[in-house]
């Protein structure tokens, strides 16, 4: 069974532009939520989609928005990039609809480097 | 201010040593997981914890929630390199969905 793709797995970007991210879940998996980890602030959760619904909002400015499709695949955006974006952006997926004590199945990741 | 707060934040040892890692909150749980991520790759599910008092053995690992559920430890027996990785704890941020909030993880090194 494949694992969560998350297309591209690095780039980078100068200040001011825009970067569209992707995340294929795994089959079957209908949950679909982002996390941005870096080494001060560790892994902070960005939204999180079911069924092309965002579900649940984390404490980011509107600069970061995202997307889910009627196949599950994700997309998050971030526009105007500042130097502060870089991280490692990671896409997790989740089989189950109800509440987070499931097991979520993580991406490796793309890293985004903003200069 | 870190919902989960996570100790030591470094930790270098040799193989065979054991070892404990912490992860503490003033707030109560009801469940708690953790999770190892080694380097370049995503995090991977190791436990969930739901049972204040609870304890899950992985192996060479043991996992043990508080009593109040508002803690948990991980015990590692005879540390070998491939245990080597960040551990992350976790808990539920939402009523509904997957919105978890981790602390910032315990870096841990075994050297042969």
């Known amino acids: 069974k494949a694992g969560v793709t998350q297309t591209p797995r690095y780039l980078i970007k100068t200040r001011g532009q825009q970067v569209t991210l992707s995340c294929s879940p795994i089959?079957?998996?209908?949950?679909v939520s982002w996390y941005q980890q870096t080494p001060g602030q560790g892994l902070q959760f960005l939204f999180e989609?079911?069924?092309?619904?965002?579900?649940n909002k984390g404490n980011f400015p509107g600069r970061f928005s995202g997307r889910q499709f009627s196949n599950s695949r994700s997309e998050m955006n971030v526009s105007t990039l500042e130097l502060g974006d870089s991280a490692l952006y990671l896409c997790?997926?989740?089989?189950?609809?109800?509440?987070?004590?499931?097991?979520?199945?993580f991406g490796e990741g793309s890293r985004l480097t903003v200069l | 201010t870190q919902l989960l707060e996570q100790s030591p934040q470094f930790l270098s040892i040799q193989e065979g040593e054991n070892l404990t890692v912490y992860c503490n909150s003033s707030?109560?749980?009801?469940?708690l997981q953790w999770y190892r991520q080694e380097p370049g790759e995503g995090p991977v599910l190791l436990v969930t914890?739901?049972?204040?008092?609870e304890v899950k053995k992985l192996k060479r690992l043991t996992f043990q929630f508080g009593d109040a559920r508002k803690d948990s430890s991980l015990h590692i027996t005879a540390a070998q390199p491939g245990d080597t990785g960040l551990y992350l704890c976790?808990?539920?941020?939402?009523?509904?969905?997957?919105?978890?909030?981790f602390g910032k993880g315990t870096s841990l090194l075994v050297t042969p």
């Open positions: 976790a808990v539920s941020n939402s009523n509904s969905g997957y919105a978890l909030n």
């Open positions: 989609y079911f069924s092309e619904t965002q579900r």
């Open positions: 997790a997926s989740s089989p189950l609809a109800g509440r987070g004590s499931g097991e979520l199945f």
């Open positions: 089959s079957g998996h209908r949950s």
């Open positions: 707030s109560v749980f009801s469940s």
């Open positions: 914890v739901v049972t204040g008092g």
